[in-house]
């Protein structure tokens, strides 16, 4: 059978099997062509099922949410966690909190994340969780009503040799903590059941930049395969979450300058950069206010708001994904190229369609997924976890070179498996194939289960 065949079966009886899932289809797709040329030479893979394994979850929890809102009115969400593979350590992924979110984006951030945790080299399995319920326009005891009934029927499938749940889209420290109270509660122990916990009740330091940050270093090392660095470089980035917020501070920090940032509603566009009083402004705004990017432009009359749109209209040396799924598109790819951008690093999970990844690959440019690219924040999350076992903290400066170290070890990573004949790195097949052999090694080695 050749890779081709494999890929097409392969895809067919996923498709026939998971109707529907389509952003599960597209993870699936791009992993699979990645490793079948591995596969298809392998008897053992083939025999024992691997790759078919890997796909089926080995659990998933779906439950009701029920709780009331301030008006006294009973709201009803569903909840979810994808248990997807254990092969190598614990269930390990965040929790998201939207509107969007369905079956089908937790199976593909769940596939994701399990070759994500592996790339790492920490024992990490892959999982993720969330609900429909989004915590926009909700007062704080509505979202922690919530959060105490999405524990309550969570906490009897997670523990910290079990299942490790974080943060994600909506859910920041917020939602971890009253979540982490309820967990403590209905189960009577203090464990490292959450990572992403306020520093005050063992939370890693460096936890909310990791994501950012990491994904800056693994940028900093794809350009340092061509030269070049952040040095002078200009940046635009979607998103002002999370991983937007750090992804600008740190590239700024390396010298490049930030032009944009963005929510679901528009994004903003300030020739200038976002400096470091700028950039408070915004973490103010989004994480205590709790406003929308817009607000930027009062404050700043000199940038410019485009509602409606992305920012990847805008001139830029290097861009940054930070928000959500497929929200790069082909036309945007294009764009980008003309415009010159030579640069594109992930930041959010599959923020970008494939016709946009294959038109990056075809222009040679750089271009890493979110797999590899935003490790760092999963990778701070195992850290965390080591310090929770052994009841201790270590300091900003161990846990940021750990983290500088983890992604400098992805990129090798994926300089090893995906360099091509031209010299060309293809990140997507280094990531994948690096992330995919050690959980199939772990699993051919524990038998079928
Ligand atoms: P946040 O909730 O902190 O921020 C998400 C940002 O993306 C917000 O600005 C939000 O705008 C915007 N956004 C969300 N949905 C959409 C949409 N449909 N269209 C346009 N913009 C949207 O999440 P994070 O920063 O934590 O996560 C961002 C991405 O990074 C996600 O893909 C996540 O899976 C990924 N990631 C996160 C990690 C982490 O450590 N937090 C680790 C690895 C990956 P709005 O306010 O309007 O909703």
Known sequence: MTANQYVEEFMANLIAKNPGEKEFHQAVKEVVESVAPYIVESPQ??????????VEPERIIMFRVPWVNDAGEVCINKGYRVQMNSAIGPYKGGIRFHSSVNLSILKFLAFEQTFKNSLTTLPMGGGKGGSDFSPRGKSDMEVMRFCQSFMNELFRHIGPDTDVPAGDIGVGGREVGFMFGQY???????????????????????????????????????????????????????????????????????????????D??????????????????????????????????????????????????????????????????????????????????????????????AAFQAAKILYSPGKASNAGGVATSGLEM?????????????????????????HEMCVKYGTEEDGYINYVKGANIGGFMKVADAMLAQGIV
């Open 45 to 54: 893979l083939m025999k024992m099922k691997v790759m078919e394994r890997i």
């Open 184 to 262: 403590k509660k209905l189960r009577d122990e203090f464990t490292g059941t959450f990572t992403g916990k306020g520093r005050s009740f063992g939370g890693s330091i460096m936890r909310p930049e990791a994501t950012g940050y990491g994904a800056c270093y693994f940028g900093q090392a794809m350009l340092a395969t061509r030269g070049e660095s952040y040095e002078g470089k200009t940046v635009c980035i979607s998103g002002s979450g999370n991983v937007a917020q750090y992804a600008c501070k740190k590239a700024r920090e390396l010298g490049a300058k930030v032009v944009t940032m963005s």
């Open 264 to 357: 679901s509603n528009g994004f903003i566009y300030d020739p200038e950069g976002i400096d470091d009083a700028k950039w408070n402004y915004i973490f103010n705004l989004k994480n205590v206010k709790r406003g929308r990017i817009k607000e930027y432009v009062s404050q700043y009359p000199n940038a410019q708001y485009f509602e409606g749109q992305r920012p990847w209209s805008i001139k830029c040396d290097i861009a940054m994904p930070c928000a959500t799924q497929n929200e790069l598109n082909g036309e945007q790819a294009k764009e980008l190229l003309k415009n010159g951008c030579t640069c594109v690093v992930e930041g959010a999970n599959m923020p970008t369609t494939p016709d946009a990844i």
């Open 386 to 410: 080591t310090q929770n076992s052994m009841r201790l903290g270590w300091s900003a400066k161990e846990v940021d070179e750990r983290l500088h170290d983890i992604m400098t070890g992805i």
